[in-house]
Structures are given as C-alpha cells and as structure tokens.
C-alpha cells in the first residue's frame, strides 16, 4: 500500500472519529448538515457494500444444492454399504458417515427456509467437514472415484451460482458507486480522491471477470466496521 493510500485512510478515521464525537459549538449549522451527511453517505454504502458482497460471496441458492448433494451421498452411500465398510469405514465409522450425511441435509434443508441461522450454519459446516473426512478414508477405487465424481460436479455447480451472483453484485455496484459519488461535494471529492480514481479504473478499463476479482480492494476505502462484523461468519471459508 502507497503512502497516499495510508495518509488517506488515516484521514478518513479521524473523520469517522469527529462524526462519532460531540459537536463543536463553534460549527456552524450548515458544517453540522454537511458532517451528517458525509457520516450518512459513507455509511450507508459501507452498508450496501458487505451485505451484499455477503449474500454473493455465499448466495442461498446454495442451500438447496447442498442439500441435493447429500440427498445424493445418502442414497449412494446406503446402496455401497458394505463395500463401503470393506473397503476403509468399520461400522462404527460408516454409523458415523450416515450421520454426518442425514445431518448436513436437514441443516441445509432448514438453512434454505432461514438462511441467516449462525447457529446452524456452524453446525453445517462441522457435518459437511466430518462428511468429506470420513468419505476420505474409503480405499475402494471405483467408490472413490464415484465419490470424487459427485463432489466435483457439486463443487462445479456451486462455483457457478456464486459465480452468477457475483456478476449481479458488480452490475448493482455500477449503478451504487456514481450515487455515491455524485453526493459529494468539491471538498469530499478531493477527500475521496483516491477512490474516484480506483473507480475510474474499474468501472471503465476492466472486464467482468477482472471486476469481480478487484472487488476487495474496495475495503481499503471502506474498512469494514464492528457493527457490520459477524461472529458467525463461516462463509467465506467455504464448504
């Protein structure tokens, strides 16, 4: 990161800062307005910004294709039993398998009615982690190569939807960006300089697929507060 880049994010803290803080008597009713304003716009898409990048970093159209996927494993696994059990699982384990599959499909299948449970996403991830060990462990060629087969078309199949929801994100960006922009003022533009110019450059140079990868880069401008920060955030881990 350039010493610009810091000098304006350290600027742009210590606006936080005063805007967090009690007033100067001293200020004007027209400098209190145009503060307010600044703390309004900035937040509001910081806002826009990571829910968003949320619901298409991890959209929950996922949610019935995880379930599919275990509906899938189930049935497979239940007609490969005892092959499954020579070739690698005891029954102890194999019990362990079923259970981990049966539990990932009712997580996901509860998670597509309410897809903001931290709870039950957590305990998603935890069956699904314990599903892929265990499948792991199967020495069987044909069964492994069965298994590897339906995991990678899932893992096909899930890229696309995310893939999908990230081009929505970028075309909303496109029409959120110059609203913001177009709120500030001569002062605030000089302020947000350095994000006008990124943004030239994204909106204009890149492609699609360049875009989506420069995403990120957007919370150099917009640090991602406390209040946007979820203790359950186990998407962008991935399943």
Same mark, same amino acid.
């Given at each position: 990161?350039?010493?610009?880049?810091?000098?304006?994010?350290? !600027?742009? !803290?210590?606006?936080?800062?005063?805007?967090?803080?009690?007033?100067?008597?001293?200020?004007?009713?027209?400098?209190?307005?145009?503060?307010?304003?600044?703390?309004?716009?900035?937040?509001?898409?910081?806002?826009?910004?990571?829910?968003?990048?949320?619901?298409?970093?991890?959209?929950?159209?996922?949610?019935?294709?995880?379930?599919?996927?275990?509906? #899938?494993?189930?049935?497979?696994?239940?007609?490969?039993?005892?092959?499954?059990?020579?070739?690698?699982?005891?029954?102890?384990?194999?019990?362990?398998?079923?259970? !981990?599959?049966?539990?990932?499909?009712?997580?996901? #299948?509860?998670?597509?009615?309410?897809?903001?449970?931290?709870?039950?996403?957590?305990?998603?991830?935890?069956?699904?982690?314990?599903?892929?060990?265990?499948?792991?462990?199967?020495?069987?060629?044909?069964?492994?190569?069965?298994?590897?087969?339906?995991?990678?078309?899932?893992?096909?199949?899930?890229?696309?939807?995310?893939?999908?929801?990230?081009?929505?994100?970028?075309?909303?960006?496109?029409?959120?960006?110059?609203?913001?922009?177009?709120?500030?003022?001569?002062?605030?533009?000089?302020?947000?300089?350095?994000?006008?110019?990124?943004?030239?450059?994204?909106?204009?140079?890149?492609?699609?697929?360049?875009?989506?990868?420069?995403?990120?880069?957007?919370?150099?401008?917009?640090?991602?507060?406390?209040?946007?920060?979820?203790?359950?955030?186990?998407? #962008?881990?991935?399943?």
């Amino acid at each position: 990161m350039n010493r610009s880049i810091i000098i304006w994010l350290l !600027a742009i !803290a210590q606006i936080k800062i005063a805007l967090g803080a009690p007033l100067d008597n001293t200020l004007t009713q027209d400098q209190n307005e145009a503060e307010e304003i600044i703390e309004s716009n900035h937040d509001k898409f910081s806002k826009f910004y990571y829910e968003n990048l949320k619901k298409a970093s991890w959209p929950d159209e996922l949610y019935p294709l995880i379930a599919d996927y275990m509906s #899938n494993l189930r049935d497979w696994t239940i007609a490969n039993k005892d092959t499954i059990i020579e070739s690698g699982l005891n029954e102890e384990l194999y019990k362990k398998l079923q259970n !981990a599959i049966v539990g990932s499909l009712n997580i996901a #299948n509860r998670l597509a009615i309410s897809p903001d449970s931290c709870i039950q996403q957590l305990l998603l991830k935890e069956s699904y982690e314990q599903t892929f060990e265990l499948l792991s462990l199967v020495r069987d060629t044909k069964l492994a190569s069965e298994w590897w087969f339906k995991h990678r078309q899932f893992e096909a199949d899930k890229k696309s939807i995310k893939e999908r929801h990230m081009e929505q994100f970028v075309y909303k960006l496109e029409d959120k960006i110059p609203e913001f922009i177009q709120s500030l003022n001569y002062d605030e533009r000089n302020e947000h300089a350095e994000f006008i110019e990124w943004y030239s450059k994204f909106s204009k140079r890149y492609l699609l697929e360049e875009s989506v990868r420069k995403l990120p880069e957007i919370r150099l401008f917009f640090p991602k507060g406390p209040i946007w920060q979820r203790d359950c955030d186990f998407k #962008n881990t991935g399943l």
